[in-house]
């Protein structure tokens, strides 16, 4: 009940500078405008605060899953994937994430860390780098020829048949010539890569690497999924403390700065410490349904939520969470009611507004008898047997 009471007092002082004095429209309108800046602080803040941490995909980076768990490498694709990795830097050279960063390798799992140490080696190898750009570069200029040589074949194939309609056109030779070109460069080009793709692939570090790195036996790539699922929880779990490490501080730095402001009667700390403390209360608590909604069942508890569903029966626990939900609105409710809005908070209510403690319509001034339903507006002090509102807990003549 306690609880209840102190909750509506606090509600009345989101909105109201004391108790005598409300916030008005445009003070209220500020305050909700900090109330919005304040809460996107804090869940940026909290994002930040949360980038911290080594992140499931900080530990095992996807390039490391394709290599060796998904085992997307093969012998066709193999250099060009490579390529890729090696590259990087240099054609996202306005970026500032590198896959050899010190700080991002120590936070990578101990086989995703030789794998990226060894494409550093690589990379850092002045020679093969310039080969790796070289065979880029031939990779776009083959790209290119082939667009130039199918645009020339429909061109080609579209004045044959204009030839063979008129044999006197003359512009085919032209366009045989340009075809013959065409051909003669994107071979020169094809010539060119197979070379260097050629001394790539024999280059002792490429070599030392893909036999190092080439498609994971099943043992130990069981072993690394079951490495990967690990920290998947263990991440899920430091993460939630870690967010709740954030926000705690701030809840109960607003919450004694509330009590101690309620206490001392500061209606200005009052007020913002109150909105303060319903803005830490916001994300706390979508961390808590993100717990009970997602956590619980999809990560801490995984097995046995498997099999619930292998069971076939894992609508128990929707159920569970129907059920709790149900009991908590039911009990705050039943509360509510009986604290708030019980009989008499009714009668009280319905006496401010002038109404009729019993059917609630409005009453003529000065009525004693309600004209609608008929009942008596007035009971009998029992202090002084004088008659005063039945709506109201203190008697008009004694006050008792």
């Not at 490495?227 to 730095?253: H, M, N, S, T």
Request: glycine share 4%; charged share 25%; with cysteine.
């Amino acid at each position: 009940m306690n609880f209840i009471k102190s909750a509506l007092a606090f509600k009345s002082r989101l909105t109201r500078f004391n108790e005598e004095q409300p916030l008005g429209k445009l003070s209220l309108t500020i305050v909700i405008l900090l109330d919005i800046f304040l809460l996107s602080v804090v869940f940026v803040g909290l994002d930040a605060h949360t980038a911290q941490l080594s992140s499931v995909r900080e530990y095992f980076p996807h390039e490391c899953r394709q290599a060796l768990i998904e085992d997307r490498w093969s012998n066709a694709n193999k250099l060009d994937r490579l390529q890729s990795i090696v590259l990087n830097d240099y054609n996202n050279y306005l970026h500032r994430d590198s896959f050899f960063d010190e700080d991002k390798l120590a936070k990578m799992h101990p086989d995703c860390k030789k794998y990226f140490q060894s494409v550093k080696a690589i990379a850092e190898n002045q020679s093969l780098k310039n080969m790796f750009i070289e065979r880029q570069s031939l990779e776009r200029k083959r790209s290119n020829w082939r667009t130039r040589h199918n645009i020339g074949k429909d061109v080609y194939d579209t004045q044959l048949l204009e030839k063979i309609a008129d044999n006197n056109s003359k512009s085919g030779k032209s366009v045989t010539e340009s075809m013959r070109e065409i051909s003669t460069e994107y071979e020169k080009i094809n010539a060119r890569l197979t070379t260097i793709s050629s001394k790539i692939s024999n280059a002792q570090l490429v070599k030392d690497f893909f036999e190092q790195f080439g498609p994971s036996n099943s043992s130990k790539r069981d072993n690394l999924i079951s490495d990967l699922k690990r920290y998947k929880v263990f991440y899920a779990l430091k993460e939630l403390c870690w967010q709740f490490l954030f926000l705690l501080p701030i809840f109960a730095g607003a919450l004694f700065w509330h009590i101690r402001s309620t206490n001392k009667k500061l209606p200005t700390q009052t007020l913002f410490s109150a909105h303060l403390l319903t803005i830490a209360s916001i994300p706390i608590l979508f961390k808590i349904v993100e717990l009970v909604l997602d956590l619980i069942p999809n990560t801490f508890f995984r097995a046995l939520f498997k099999l619930l569903e292998k069971l076939h029966i894992i609508a128990l626990w929707h159920y569970l969470l129907i059920v709790v939900a149900l009991f908590v609105a039911i009990l705050i409710v039943y509360l509510i009611q009986k604290k708030f809005f019980n009989k008499q908070r009714v009668y009280e209510k319905r006496l401010i507004a002038g109404k009729c403690w019993f059917c609630g319509k409005k009453l003529p001034p000065k009525s004693r008898h309600c004209p609608f339903c008929g009942k008596n507006q007035m009971r009998q002090c029992s202090h002084c047997q004088s008659d005063t509102f039945l709506g109201g807990s203190c008697c008009i003549n004694c006050g008792k």
